[in-house]
């Protein structure tokens, strides 16, 4: 239970459920604010140990600690004794449908089978996607005799306990699951419905079996990614839907569990027994926990359908049975409560009415390290970069950001809009930059731009950028009577396949306002450019060089099926090409084919 500390000795740094003032590196996962004062509660007010409560992890998901992915965790204290979550004695059994199984309002239940506490937690080993999945599981129960029996079950759907009418609600179409569907190759279409069953004997844990919810047919399919174990039960003879047993491809453990040694640190929030004692630590063989490497296994879903940043299950319910059998009758529950469900971005502005001219800064509220922000104007402007946690904006408008879980994951998570209105107060501006226009000549890149009004002490900044988010001051000019303005970057040739300008006016009043982005091409392009970022409708493709040699310019979606395939001509070294609106957002593969030279480059599709 207790970090930098393990099996009775300190450790070496051990992360841990718990922290308990052990000296070393190893952290803490789960969230244990208000310990101290529920306890205190617990000593004034007994009459409080009946009460259920949840923490969740200590840190945001899908944060690097200690050079390791934490992804999700949750502590929940159960009701217990004169229980209202429940399984109604009778024949509820694994296999049925939630639709089918009964609970009482309350009902007592065996010291045995009663669940005080439970905890889970997943995490990668190391700090990328590609690092094998672990899955972590604990419970705490009455009685430390015999044996005990536990199932930890993963849905796909939003399953839920409706209290008031004592039902489950939400679960899959697949006679109350999500089955697992497969090719003919045994290639993994669809991710299912997964359970994990553990046994615990007297003296440590004896068995852990994990099975997932199938159609009786794709028993004869031979899977990609692990193997059938031989068994298979569903609601009762001759059932078609049904749990069927796995094992890894390849040979040895893919699972450890331990039960704890008498006097065993219970952590902060103590433990409430079945008889409504408070006790600080637990006997022998009162509280177990297992781990599973789920990749080893076969279920992680950089395994089955190659997204490392696909959740593999949206809710779990842990439940206690009467014996060995799978089928053996349900007797206490846990949840269902939600996992993998790190939190939506939401957007924060200081200058929701914004007067022009005016800079306004968007920020996520709520950002995670792991994750990336991709930006985008429906209308207004964005002033500089469109990746990371903030932006500015100089224009009312329509902002939106996607959020994408981590690098490389491709397809977004989550996504909020934010709306700058043009503040009520604001006085009408009596100057500003209009046709402002490049043109490249023998000589160098010529800006030129008019005012409407000429102003006495105005400034005017010529501004140059290689990326179009980065600017770089070139020159500055003074407002002249004319209204007329040009200027002549004579050394552009800077190695850059574009070169971005921008005019920044400074009013007499200090307001600044900046002109719209014009870009040149430059030159020979050393590289194929593709843009925008996120691409919507259309999108552009910046050739490497400049004549008109024809390209073939192929598109893939993130399974590798060819979407689009056909033969342009570029014009200034420039393609378009208008994206099907049928394609969803996602991660899609670009192949440019010009001449001998193959191009591939990766795009995010966001509408």
């Known amino acids: 239970m207790r970090a930098n500390f393990f099996n009775g000795f300190a450790s070496a740094g051990n992360d841990d459920w718990f922290h308990g003032g052990s000296a070393g590196p190893g952290v803490n996962v789960i969230d244990t604010t208000g310990a101290a004062f529920i306890v205190n509660r617990y000593i004034s007010q007994p009459a409080t140990r009946m009460q259920p409560f949840f923490r969740g992890m200590r840190y945001p998901q899908f944060t690097v600690v200690n050079n390791r992915l934490l992804i999700d965790g949750i502590f929940i204290r159960d009701h217990h004794g004169d229980d209202s979550t429940v399984f109604a004695s009778g024949s509820n059994k694994n296999g049925m449908s939630p639709q089918s199984w009964s609970t009482p309002v309350s009902q007592g239940i065996p010291d045995k089978n009663d669940i005080l506490d439970m905890m889970m937690h997943v995490r990668r080993a190391g700090p990328n996607s590609t690092d094998s999945l672990w899955m972590f599981g604990g419970v705490s129960i009455d009685n430390t005799t015999g044996n005990r029996y536990f199932d930890f079950e993963m849905y796909q759907t939003d399953i839920t306990y409706n209290r008031p009418t004592l039902s489950f609600t939400g679960f899959g179409p697949d006679a109350g699951h999500t089955s697992w569907q497969f090719d003919a190759a045994g290639n993994i279409t669809r991710a299912g419905d997964v359970i994990f069953t553990a046994e615990y004997g007297s003296s440590s844990l004896s068995f852990i079996e994990a099975r997932i919810w199938v159609h009786q047919s794709s028993l004869s399919i031979i899977p990609q990614d692990f193997n059938w174990g031989g068994q298979f039960d569903g609601g009762g003879p001759g059932a078609q839907w049904g749990y069927a047993s796995i094992v890894p491809k390849t040979a040895g453990d893919f699972y450890t569990g331990l039960q704890c040694t008498n006097n065993t640190w219970a952590g902060p929030f103590q433990v409430v027994l079945q008889n409504n004692a408070l006790s600080t630590t637990y006997s022998a063989r009162q509280y177990m926990e297992f781990s599973v490497n789920l990749t080893k296994l076969g279920l992680d879903p950089l395994v089955t359908i190659n997204d490392p940043c696909a959740m593999p299950f949206r809710r779990v319910l842990v439940k206690s049975r009467a014996s060995t059998s799978f089928t053996a009758e349900l007797k206490d529950f846990v ?144 407002s002249i009577s004319t209204n007329h303005y040009a200027f002549k970057d004579q050394s552009p040739d800077i190695g850059a396949p574009l070169i971005y300008y921008r005019i920044r006016l400074t009013t007499t009043g200090g307001r600044i306002i900046y002109s719209s982005v014009l870009h040149m091409l430059n030159g020979k392009n050393a590289d194929v450019k593709l843009g925008p970022v996120p691409a919507a409708d259309v999108l552009t493709v910046i050739l490497p060089f400049d004549q008109k040699q024809p390209a073939r310019v192929l598109i893939y979606n993130s399974n590798g099926t060819e979407l689009s395939s056909k033969q342009y001509t570029a014009v200034n070294n420039y393609i378009q090409i208008h994206l099907s609106t049928q394609w969803p957002n996602g991660s899609y593969v670009v192949k440019i084919k010009q001449g001998d030279v193959i191009t591939t480059r990766r795009i995010l599709l966001q509408r």
């Not at 998570?413 to 043109?439: E, H, K, P």
């Open 335 to 478: 949840g269902p409560f939600s996992f993998f469900r790190a939190p939506q971005v939401d957007l924060i502005t200081n200058f929701p009415n914004l007067c022009l001219p005016g800079v306004a800064d968007i920020w996520v509220g709520n950002p995670l390290i792991t994750s990336i922000y991709t930006w985008r104007a429906l209308t207004g402007r964005i002033v500089g970069d469109t990746v990371g946690p903030s932006i500015q904006v100089d224009q009312p408008g329509t902002y939106v950001v996607s959020q994408e879980l981590m690098d490389s994951c491709g397809s977004s998570y989550a996504r909020d809009t934010i709306v700058i209105n043009l503040g009520s107060g604001c006085t009408a501006l009596n100057t500003g930059i209009r046709n402002f226009q490049l043109l490249k000549s023998n000589e160098g890149n010529l800006l030129t731009w008019q005012t409407d009004f000429y102003v006495q002490g105005e400034t005017f900044m010529v501004e140059r950028s290689l990326d179009g988010i980065h600017f770089t001051p070139l020159i500055t000019r003074q």
